[in-house]
């Protein structure tokens, strides 16, 4: 994160007063006037930038003086920042890469996170495939089993200062339930541990990242009702199917977001005939356009199955 700032951007935050970043306060600067209308015009210059910020960036200022604020309480450079940030259902997201440096240079721990990975890995490292989503976008994808992840995980641990003994943290691979980044297929160990350092501060150092959020964090859930009210005048038989209702399990709000290249994964992931049909019933929920890329793949992954159990029977 060494994007460098030009010579106005400098000159800019040089001439803000007091002790600079390391001694920033935020409810401090919202009523210093001199110090809020620097950081208001170094958004603006900010925000005219091409190349160094992302395009969900460029234009606006309001956004460009949010990310500076953040950088300034984290002693970053607020362009490095911004390029490690995405939009997810409107809401300013940071990549998992961004809030693992935060943790190792602000929590109160005496030595950076430790890390130690256990279970037999070389199941799934190294297994991947490159594959192509519906619009011909090559990507890599798991090339493994799911029972090939039981067992795998991560170990995460620091002490903080004025403790004797670490705080420890365990983290599954099977827990990793929203996977976003393609990363976790050629990457998977480094997924998991930057994973595992995030929840490693929400739970113990929860000040540090308050209010940050990485993209798998922001993803839409649906709400469900859980009790929902009959109607006065409903029949007898609405009523009974009401309490049903009522005395079913609870339904976790935490499943999987049904996104496209989910679809794609799983179709181009499955095994068999009856796997494939499987992924029909979630496809339903995708939009018309995603639904027709998803039923090309779905077609020519069906014209691959076919013609390998053919093949198979041809040679038995």
């Known amino acids: 994160m060494s994007i460098q700032l030009s010579d106005q951007e400098m000159s800019i935050l040089g001439a803000m007063p007091g002790p600079a970043p390391c001694g920033f306060d935020v409810s401090t600067m919202m009523f210093d006037p001199d110090l809020m209308g620097r950081l208001e015009r170094f958004a603006e210059l900010m925000a005219t930038g091409k190349s160094t910020i992302p395009a969900h960036l460029r234009g606006s200022p309001g956004d460009c003086l949010a990310i500076t604020i953040q950088s300034m309480q984290w002693r970053m450079n607020p362009h490095a920042v911004a390029q490690k940030t995405h939009v997810v259902n409107g809401t300013l997201g940071y990549e998992a890469q961004l809030v693992n440096a935060v943790v190792t240079a602000m929590a109160p721990t005496k030595d950076r996170i430790n890390y130690e990975w256990f279970g037999d890995w070389h199941k799934v490292i190294g297994k991947f495939a490159t594959r192509q989503n519906g619009s011909g976008k090559s990507y890599q994808a798991p090339n493994w089993k799911p029972e090939d992840e039981q067992g795998l995980g991560v170990r995460a641990w620091a002490t903080l200062k004025g403790e004797d003994e670490p705080r420890v943290l365990e983290l599954l691979l099977t827990q990793a339930q929203?996977?976003?980044?393609?990363?976790w297929a050629s990457d998977p160990k480094q997924q998991l541990a930057y994973l595992a350092v995030k929840r490693w501060a929400r739970l113990h150092t929860p000040d540090v990242i308050m209010g940050v959020y990485t993209p798998d964090e922001l993803e839409p859930v649906e709400e469900k009702s859980i009790n929902p009210t009959p109607a006065k005048n409903s029949s007898r038989t609405e009523r009974l199917r009401s309490k049903l209702t009522a005395d079913a399990p609870m339904v976790s709000d935490e499943e999987e977001t049904v996104t496209l290249d989910g679809i794609l994964l799983k179709i181009e992931h499955a095994q068999s005939e009856r796997e494939l049909n499987e992924v029909v019933a979630d496809a339903k929920h995708l939009k018309n356009t995603e639904?027709?890329?998803?039923?090309?793949?779905?077609?020519?992954q069906l014209i691959k199955l076919r013609a390998l159990e053919s093949s198979e029977q041809d040679l038995n």
Do not use: I, P
């Not at 929203?178 to 990363?183: A, E, H, K, P």
């Open 178 to 183: 929203v996977r976003n980044s393609t990363l």
């Open 291 to 300: 639904q027709t890329k998803a039923r090309k793949a779905y077609k020519e």
